[in-house]
């Protein structure tokens, strides 16, 4: 696997792996990885011939408040990881390569970024979108692979794309996880012992909302209600649990058949999403 780090660099090397007319996916991380983006990087294989990962903590995604700097760092064994499932290129650019001044460029996709996590953490898919659309640029992928843990953050981009007719097949990857049902995800490392235990609660509540939607229950503002509660006694602080329509994300209605059910709780001081689809 090769490793560059600059524009410079990534040109000519793209230029080699492309010879002969290969086609390209690009999985766009931040690093410390785990099971879930190995999932992702398979998945690339299946789509493509060459797979190009890159590592980047974007600053424009963090709030104020969130722990940019904590941010694990683990290049070393992530390299190795990505070696071994057979990764073609990987690109880790610094800031100034991504956010050359003057910086005076942001992406925005309106409405569905209000709401769920984008009402929690204000301008986080602003800094999403502005990023990625850096990637596609400079990477020019045919696809691009993203893990539907951030079911949200893949609805923003794919509606991205769609509106700047960008060249690029969308793939989503269903949710690794757990044997308990817990999401792989780089915030289950903020978990203590006892969290870790507590933490598949959030997947397990997710199930049983689901169950009840198929069973026919039409009242979805109880069956948040009895979410919320059920994530309470587990030990989480529910940040949402909203029903919506898989479409755009909005409050799903009585006309709406097909959902998806997103949910952002803390446990301690990991604050997990996950989601479910469901069809009736
Ligand atoms: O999902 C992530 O890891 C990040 O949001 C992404 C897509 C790599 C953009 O920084």
Redesign the pocket.
């Known amino acids: 696997m090769k490793i560059v780090a600059t524009l410079d660099e990534l040109r000519p090397a793209l230029d080699e792996l492309r010879a002969g007319g290969k086609r390209v996916a690009l999985v766009?991380?931040?690093g410390n990885l785990h099971e879930g983006h190995m999932r992702l990087i398979k998945n690339a294989r299946e789509h493509a011939d060459i797979v190009v990962a890159?590592i980047?903590i974007?600053p424009t995604?963090f709030g104020e408040n969130e722990d940019l700097s904590g941010y694990p760092r683990t290049l070393e064994e992530d390299t190795k990881k990505l070696i071994a499932e057979g990764c073609h290129l990987l690109y880790t650019p610094t800031r100034p390569v991504m956010y050359p001044e003057p910086d005076l460029t942001r992406v925005s996709v309106d409405k569905i970024t209000t709401l769920h996590c984008g009402a929690s953490r204000p301008g986080h898919f602003v800094?999403?979108a502005t990023?990625?659309l850096k990637f596609f640029n400079q990477v020019q992928p045919d696809c691009a692979v993203?893990?539907l843990k951030?079911f949200q953050?893949f609805t923003v981009?794919k509606t991205m794309v769609s509106n700047l007719f960008l060249p690029i097949k969308m793939i989503g990857v269903d949710t690794g996880r757990a044997d308990d049902g817990l999401a792989h995800s780089s915030r289950n490392n903020y978990l203590t012992a006892r969290e870790r235990e507590q933490a598949p609660a959030l997947y397990r509540i997710l199930c049983n909302a689901k169950a009840a939607i198929e069973q026919g229950e039409h009242d979805l503002a109880k069956v948040t209600r009895t979410a919320k509660e059920a994530l309470h006694n587990a030990g989480f602080t529910p940040d949402y649990f909203n029903i919506s329509r898989r479409i755009d994300l909005e409050p799903a209605t009585e006309n709406d058949h097909e959902l998806v059910i997103l949910a952002a709780a803390f446990l301690g001081k990991a604050r997990l999403i996950d989601n479910i689809q469901v069809d009736r």
């Open positions: 766009p991380t931040m890159s980047f974007n995604q800094g999403v990023i990625v993203f893990g951030d953050q981009l």
